[in-house]
């Protein structure tokens, strides 16, 4: 077993920055990503094999620092499971092995949130995060008629961005209605490069005569083997539908999602304590101002911990780093403090501009109570919105005991693409998020082939992405 | 929707590799996934849900919802993080 002082796992922007810094202080120092390459959601980068010829690619800057700095790299390698000590159980290209370290810092981001609407489980339909991958880092649109719909800031970046790429979008289905976007313009001008990025997007639609339906939802998804259209409705302030238009829009393709939540399968299974908090995307584990934990040398930093946005992310993972580092004793504490305080004001500066674009998102109640009985909600086992109102009604007050009921979140997803839907919708029987609790988290976390579990596997056999000589 | 949604112009692919799904032969470039590379060329439908045999494709793409799992050389593997390769047999899992 291989032990470090800190290990982080995932690198998204939080854990290169949280590697980079505690490696640069003079901790032994591993990140794990699943990923072939460091980049996480947003820095996604092009295959290796594929070349853009020359521009820099955003994110560019926070893999040099990392490659540059000690820290030892394990990519393509997924934690599926932890324990205290800290273990952490990774599955590779080689097979699994277990790690160990004094410090463990989560950074494992966040997936997306989904409200099942009739339809949603046909080919075609895919999620807005999906479909930002898809472009960026495949090159391959989703579609070539595609209807945009949800709610948040992804909506106008991939409507943008398919424009961009030579497709046509068919409807721009936004729950969100004008003052609730101009209702957030004076956080916004915090940033005015992104709002000069967003007005540019929203340029582009207007440019190619996009169809703009605000304060609207997609009611059903129509189609056989695949999406052919989409039928749409006008809510009112509660997201609820009021009145249906009368027409099918035709489309090839469907892209939607309601915002992010938090990925909290890790801190679950380590029992932290976790607080419903709506507007950070849902449910949050308990850290305190340098992202620590209750639990010893526990960290959870980017929005991990609260979807803040990924300008906010990088700091957070370096402020974990410096504590860190400092309970390491590597520094001492007025080193602590200096370098803390200039990340602290920036941390919260980004963080007022993500939580008010996360706030676009935060369901309304109306679309809930808006999904009909017949609707799929859980993808893995077929589950309806009407087997889950069953259970509610024999008597279930707990996601889990729902679960027991239903098997709802108990696939192979166990749970990430339902998990939110059902408890939302349970919760909106019972009374609130907090009295229905949250899905209990088991490993592995991912998949794993149980013929791996039982090989050996030597230390020196796992492949390392090298560091640049120093 | 049968024309090839690889966005043109932007990017060099890698090296050209053919793979093949059930009886077809599919073009496609180093670098890509399976479950991308099957989607430029339209193939979406991968799977039949396991109660309804309802048709369902690649979603999330980020290797979390296993909708796009499918048989790779006679393992279950999910194709939106499997790189395609030369003579790749991908075979779908869908129940007629
Ligand atoms: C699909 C998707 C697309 C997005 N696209 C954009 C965008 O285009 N623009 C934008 O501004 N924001 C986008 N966001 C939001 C953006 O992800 C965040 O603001 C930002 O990336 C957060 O950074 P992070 O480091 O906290 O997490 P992430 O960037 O999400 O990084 C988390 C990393 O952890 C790894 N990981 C997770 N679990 C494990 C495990 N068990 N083992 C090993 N590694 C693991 C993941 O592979 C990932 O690389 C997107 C989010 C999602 C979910
Ligand atoms: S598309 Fe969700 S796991 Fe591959």
Redesign the pocket.
């Known amino acids: 077993m291989t032990g470090y002082d800190v290990i982080v796992?995932?690198?998204?922007?939080?854990?290169?920055a949280a590697a980079t810094r505690a490696a640069e202080l003079g901790a032994h120092t591993a990140l794990?990503?699943?990923?072939p390459e460091?980049?996480?959601?947003?820095?996604?980068p092009l295959p290796s094999q594929f070349s853009a010829g020359g521009d820099a690619h955003p994110g560019d800057e926070l893999r040099e620092q990392l490659r540059s700095s000690t820290a030892t790299v394990l990519a393509k390698?997924?934690?599926?499971n932890l324990a205290d000590g800290y273990h952490v159980d990774?599955i590779g290209p080689q097979g699994t092995k277990r790690l160990q370290a004094r410090t463990l810092i989560l950074?494992?981001?966040?997936?997306?949130r989904f409200v099942p609407v009739q339809g949603w489980t046909l080919p075609g339909v895919i999620?807005?995060?999906?479909a930002?991958?898809l472009i960026?880092s495949q090159q391959v649109l989703p579609g070539r008629n595609v209807v945009v719909a949800g709610a948040g800031?992804?909506l106008l970046?991939v409507a943008a961005m398919i424009l961009e790429a030579g497709g046509r979008v068919a409807a721009f289905v936004d729950l969100n209605g004008v003052t609730d976007w101009t209702a957030r313009l004076p956080t916004m001008l915090s940033r005015p490069d992104l709002i000069w990025q967003g007005s540019r997007w929203w340029s582009r639609l207007l440019r190619a005569g996009t169809p703009v339906f605000r304060r609207h939802v997609i009611t059903c998804i129509e189609g056989e083997n695949d999406v052919a259209g989409v039928q749409l409705a006008r809510v009112d302030r509660n997201w609820r539908a009021t009145h249906r238009e009368a027409r099918t829009i035709a489309a090839d393709t469907v892209c939607m999602g309601n915002g992010?939540c938090p990925?909290t399968?890790?801190t679950r299974l380590l029992k932290l304590g976790h607080r419903f908090a709506p507007e950070l995307g849902g449910w949050v584990p308990e850290v305190d101002e340098n992202f620590r934990s209750e639990r010893e040398g526990l960290y959870v930093?980017?929005?991990?911990?609260g979807?803040?946005?990924?300008a906010?992310?990088?700091l957070?993972?370096e402020i974990a780093a410096l504590s860190a580092a400092h309970a390491l004793e590597r520094i001492d504490r007025d080193q602590l403090e200096r370098a803390r305080t200039p990340l602290v004001q920036d941390f919260r500066r980004a963080s007022r501009f993500?939580l008010t674009m996360s706030g676009l998102t935060t369901v309304r109640a109306g679309l809930i109570s808006d999904i009909s009985s017949d609707t799929v909600v859980c993808r893995c086992e077929d589950i309806t919105r009407g087997q889950i109102d069953d259970a509610v009604a024999a008597g279930c007050r707990d996601i889990n005991q729902v679960k027991a009921a239903t098997r709802c979140g108990m696939g192979p997803c166990q749970g990430k693409m339902c998990g939110d839907a059902a408890t939302s919708i349970l919760a909106s029987q019972v009374g609130s998020h907090e009295q229905v609790g949250q899905l209990t988290a088991r490993p592995p976390?991912?998949p794993v082939d149980t013929k791996a579990l039982t090989g050996s596997f030597d230390y020196d056999d796992i492949v390392m992405a090298e560091h640049a000589p120093t | 929707m049968n024309d090839d949604l690889r966005i043109q112009g932007a990017v060099f692919r890698g090296r050209p590799v053919r793979f093949q799904v059930d009886d077809q032969w599919i073009q496609s470039y180093e670098g890509e996934t399976v479950a991308a590379a099957l989607w430029a060329c339209g193939i979406r439908h991968l799977r039949s849900s396991p109660v309804m045999a309802a048709p369902r494709g690649m979603f999330?793409?980020?290797?979390l919802c296993q909708e796009c799992v499918v048989l790779i050389d006679g393992k279950r593997e999910t194709s939106c993080s499997f790189p395609v390769s030369d003579g790749l047999r991908v075979s779908l899992l869908k129940t007629p």
């Open positions: 796992i995932g690198a998204g922007p939080a854990g290169m794990i990503e699943q990923g460091p980049g996480g959601q947003v820095y996604r390698h997924a934690v599926w990774v950074a494992t981001g966040t997936y997306e999620g807005l995060g999906a930002t991958v960026k800031p992804l970046l992010l990925s399968d890790m930093v980017g929005d991990g911990a979807v803040r946005g990924a906010a992310a990088p957070s993972g993500g976390f991912r | 999330c793409y980020m290797g």
